[in-house]
């Protein structure tokens, strides 16, 4: 009878194992596939999660993901959302958010069944899927038509993301990541791939519309040579060389940036002299001078869930200015979606909903993910690099409910951490 018990349990073990193993060949997939196509990607995520319930251990798979900082501090966040809708009369839209922040909920899954030996591919499916769209970029820049592939992007060179904003932040990642390969690896053959990833990434950034994405790039660089090199006197100098050559040429051959770069200094002058807020960087000035003041009114606890929106159209149209201004300012007023609707600053519009209280709240996430982070160098540079800039996209857009990007963070996050079988690996060598 015990034979018999045994050979089940390690029958039910061995079966466990290879769903499990399963399932992280279908996560490669499926971070190949999001950046292309959030619908079908979806498909494969609902098969991953039905696997999941196959995969064994759920019970310590659960308490763990339940003991774990990182989920603490997103259902924090979730709390935070309902309790605020308390003092709050846009139970709608609260409600549509709260849905579409759902995928935060997968974070489960990641932290639970992603095992060590597939991290780097799933890294790599992720360059991969960056690499195919940089070079699609590239065939649109040259007026080049693929006939096979369909372009679903929005945005000047951009082939299948929402908007270049996004789609430029995740090349930034990829930037990141083929640098810090190149700076690591000894062989100069598995340095080759990375070397094409960086220069095409590199050129695709300086054809976007993204004025972030500029600042965003020289930030990265200088994070990876960092911490591959701890810095030293010629690293700052070639870094410093480096940013004043690549902008200089960047400013003479490519129209787009040397357009976006003048654009901002006339947009900036507007503002700052003459109190016109025109284009997309006088408008979000304007944008964060009176969502600031209207943070000032409720500081400690905000305004409640969703009210910041019609807070701040309301005080806009209050304003002794042109209808013109008014207008420029009424950018972000979206009726037909009133849920995507922002001051395009994450930080501002939690800190007018939730106020300081809040505003901790959703920076305990980013707190968590970096003390959560496991000792390797190579993963603790993609945690920085992940943090970093999606810290500092915040600052220029929202986040939280683009799910096809928080999504894509979640899983490059998840590989950068303390998960379920990091612990269980601990515990056995222990």
Same mark, same amino acid.
């Given at each position: 009878m015990k034979i018999l018990l045994f050979l089940k349990r390690h029958y039910m073990q061995t079966i466990h194992e290879k769903v499990t193993t399963l399932i992280n060949y279908f996560l490669i997939l499926y971070i190949f596939l999001l950046p292309f196509n959030i619908h079908f990607s979806t498909t494969i995520l609902n098969i991953i999660v039905l696997l999941y319930l196959f995969s064994g251990q759920i019970k310590e798979k659960l308490l763990f993901a339940l003991k774990h900082r990182v989920f603490q501090s997103i259902l924090l966040f979730f709390v935070m959302y309902i309790l605020w809708s308390l003092n709050s009369e846009q139970i709608d839209t609260m409600l549509w958010k709260l849905k579409t922040y759902k995928y935060l909920f997968y974070s489960i899954i990641f932290l639970?069944?992603?095992?060590?030996?597939?991290?780097?591919?799933?890294?790599?499916?992720f360059l991969l899927a960056i690499f195919i769209s940089e070079v699609t970029s590239l065939f649109m820049f040259t007026d080049f038509t693929i006939p096979f592939i369909h372009i679903t992007g929005y945005?000047?060179?951009?082939?299948?993301?929402?908007?270049?904003?996004?789609?430029?932040?995740?090349?930034?990642?990829a930037i990141g990541l083929s640098l810090y390969e190149l700076t690591t690896k000894s062989s100069n053959l598995k340095k080759a791939p990375y070397l094409i990833l960086f220069l095409i990434s590199t050129f695709t950034i300086f054809i976007l519309d993204s004025k972030s994405s500029y600042i965003l790039y020289f930030i990265t660089v200088f994070i990876?040579?960092?911490?591959?090199?701890?810095?030293n006197k010629k690293i700052i100098l070639l870094f410093i060389s480096s940013v004043i050559i690549i902008n200089t040429l960047a400013f003479t051959y490519s129209s787009t940036f040397h357009k976006r770069i003048t654009n901002i200094y006339k947009q900036l002058h507007l503002a700052i002299n003459n109190n016109e807020y025109a284009g997309s960087t006088g408008s979000r000035i304007g944008m964060n001078l009176i969502g600031f003041q209207l943070f000032l009114q409720k500081p400690f606890i905000g305004?409640?869930?969703?009210?910041?929106?019609d807070l701040a159209i309301k005080t806009i149209e209050d304003l002794n200015v042109s209808k013109q201004q008014k207008d420029n300012l009424l950018v972000f007023r979206n009726p037909m979606s009133p849920g995507m609707q922002t001051l395009h #600053?994450?930080? /501002?519009?939690h800190l007018i909903q939730f106020g300081l209280v809040g505003f901790f709240i959703l920076l305990n996430i980013f707190y968590s993910l970096y003390k959560s982070r496991i000792p390797d160098?190579?993963?603790?540079?993609?945690?920085?690099?992940?943090?970093? #800039?999606?810290? /500092?996209y915040m600052f220029v857009n929202y986040f939280f409910v683009l799910n096809q990007l928080g999504t894509i963070f979640l899983v490059l996050i998840s590989l950068t951490i303390t998960t379920y079988y990091n612990s269980v690996q601990r515990n056995i060598k222990e």
């Open positions: 639970t069944i992603i095992q060590d030996p597939f991290k780097d591919k799933l890294k790599n499916a945005g000047k060179y951009v082939p299948f993301f929402y908007t270049y904003s996004q789609y430029s932040l995740l090349i930034i990642i990876v040579l960092y911490q591959s090199f701890q810095i305004h409640g869930t969703q009210e910041h929106i #600053n994450e930080y /501002l519009d160098l190579q993963w603790k540079s993609l945690n920085s690099i992940l943090l970093i #800039n999606f810290m /500092l």
